[in-house]
C-alpha cells in the first residue's frame, strides 16, 4: 500500500520534472539543456531506487499477510466443513459451535486487516529524535485512555485484573532501541549477536539509566526514561483485551512475533514482523525490554488507578513483552517478567519513553 503512494509521488514528481524541463527549454540556451537533463535524470534515479528500497520490505510485509490470511481462511473453511457434517448428523448443539469458531477466527482476520489498513500510510503523529550521523529514534504518540491491566489466564501475579487510566500523552519507540542507536549514543556496543537493526541486549537496567542519562544529554528537552510497566501494557493491548494484541492463543505467533518457534533461536532486526494495532513492532517477542517499574507479586490488589509507577523498592525490575529464546506465552500482553537490575541477558533489552512536558513546564 506504502509502495504504491511511493511510486505515485515518483510519477507526480517525474512528470513536475518533466513539466519544468519542457518549460525552460524554449528559454535555456542550448549548452545548458544537457546538464539540467541530467539533474532530471539522477532526480529521477534516485527516486527510482528510494521505491525499489520501499517496495522490498513491503512485498515481504505483504506476503506474510496473505500468509495468515490464507492460514486463517483455511482453518476457518475447515471448521465450518465439520459443522456441516454435524449437522447432517443431528448434532445440532455441536454444530453451532463449530459455526460460531468459524465465524470467529473470520472476524479476527477481518480485524487484523483492518488494522493494518488503518497503518498502510505513516501515522502523522509520529516523530523522529535525531541523535546525529544521519541516526534517528523514532516515536508513536500513545493517547491516553484507560484499560483493564492483568489476565486471569495467566500467572499469579497478573491478578486482580484491575482498571487503570494512563492520563497524559506519551511517546513510545516505535522499535526496540537498536544496536546503532546505543552505540550513537554510549560509544560501545554490548550485543552478542551484532548487527546496526538488530535489538541491542545484554544490558541490565542500570544500563539502561546511563543510556537513558547520556541520551537526554545529547537531546535535551524531552526527559527520556523507560516506560512504566502500566504504559507498556496500555501500548502493547492498544484497545485489546485478547491474549496478544492480534488475537488469543490461538492465533499463528509467526507473523507478528519472534520467540523460541519462530526465531531460529536468535533476535532478529527490528520491525520485520507485523506491528500492533498502534504501529508498534516487536512488542511481542524478539528481545525483553526493561520498565521503570519494581517488580512485585501483590501490587495489582493495591495500585492506584492513575498512572501507576509499581511499588517504592524491590529487588526486581519489570521486564516486558517475551523474547526470541522463550516460549510464545512468555509474550502474552499480560505476562509480567521480571529480573535482578544488573543482569546482562542476551535477550534482554529496551524500548525508550518520554513524556511531552506541559506548556507551562516547559
Ligand atoms: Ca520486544
Ligand atoms: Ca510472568
Redesign the pocket.
Known amino acids: 500500500m506504502r509502495a504504491n503512494v511511493r511510486l505515485t509521488a515518483v510519477c507526480v514528481l517525474l512528470s513536475v520534472l518533466a513539466v519544468s524541463c519542457s518549460a525552460t527549454s524554449q528559454e535555456t540556451p542550448a549548452e545548458e539543456k544537457a546538464p539540467a537533463a541530467r539533474v532530471a535524470y539522477e532526480v529521477a534515479m534516485a527516486a527510482r531506487t528510494d521505491a525499489d528500497a520501499a517496495a522490498g520490505p513491503f512485498a515481504d510485509l505483504a506476503g506474510k499477510v496473505a500468509g495468515l490470511l490464507q492460514r486463517v481462511r483455511t482453518q476457518a473453511a475447515a471448521k465450518k466443513r465439520q459443522g456441516d457434517e454435524l449437522l447432517r448428523g443431528g448434532r445440532f448443539a455441536e454444530a453451532a459451535d463449530a459455526y460460531g469458531e468459524s465465524a470467529a477466527m473470520c472476524r479476527r482476520a477481518a480485524e487484523t486487516l483492518a488494522g493494518l489498513q488503518k497503518l498502510a500510510g505513516e501515522r502523522e503523529d509520529n516523530v523522529a529524535i535525531d541523535l546525529g550521523n544521519g541516526i534517528k529514534i523514532e516515536f508513536v504518540l500513545v493517547q491516553p485512555g484507560t484499560f483493564e491491566m492483568g489476565s486471569v489466564d495467566g500467572e499469579s501475579d497478573e491478578v486482580p485484573v484491575h482498571e487503570v487510566a494512563v492520563t497524559r500523552p506519551f511517546f513510545l519507540g516505535k522499535y526496540?532501541v537498536t544496536q546503532q542507536q546505543w552505540r550513537q549514543v554510549m560509544d560501545e556496543n554490548p550485543s552478542l549477536f551484532k548487527g546496526d537493526r538488530m535489538p541491542v541486549e545484554s544490558v541490565s537496567w542500570y544500563d539502561c539509566q546511563k543510556f537513558l542519562e547520556r541520551l537526554n544529554e545529547l537531546a535535551p528537552g524531552r526527559d527520556f526514561r523507560l516506560p512504566t510497566e502500566a504504559e507498556r501494557e496500555y501500548a502493547c493491548r492498544a484497545d485489546t483485551k485478547t491474549t496478544y494484541s492480534f488475537g488469543d492463543a490461538d492465533m499463528p505467533l509467526d507473523p507478528y512475533a519472534w520467540v523460541d518457534t519462530t526465531s531460529e533461536n536468535e533476535p532478529h532486526p527490528v520491525g520485520l514482523k507485523l506491528p500492533n494495532p498502534w504501529g508498534l513492532y516487536?512488542?511481542h517477542?524478539?528481545?525483553?525490554?526493561w520498565c521503570s517499574d519494581w517488580h512485585s507479586h501483590d501490587y495489582y490488589a493495591e495500585s492506584p488507578v492513575d498512572d501507576p509507577q509499581g511499588p517504592p523498592a524491590g529487588d526486581k525490575k519489570v521486564l516486558r513483552?517475551g523474547s526470541w529464546s522463550n516460549p510464545g506465552p512468555y509474550s502474552r500482553s499480560a505476562n509480567r517478567g521480571y529480573y535482578d537490575p544488573n543482569a546482562r541477558h542476551n535477550n534482554y533489552g529496551l524500548r525508550v519513553a518520554w513524556t511531552e512536558r506541559s506548556p507551562e513546564n516547559r
Do not use: H, I, K, Q
Open positions: 526496540e516487536d512488542m517477542g524478539n528481545v525483553w525490554e513483552g
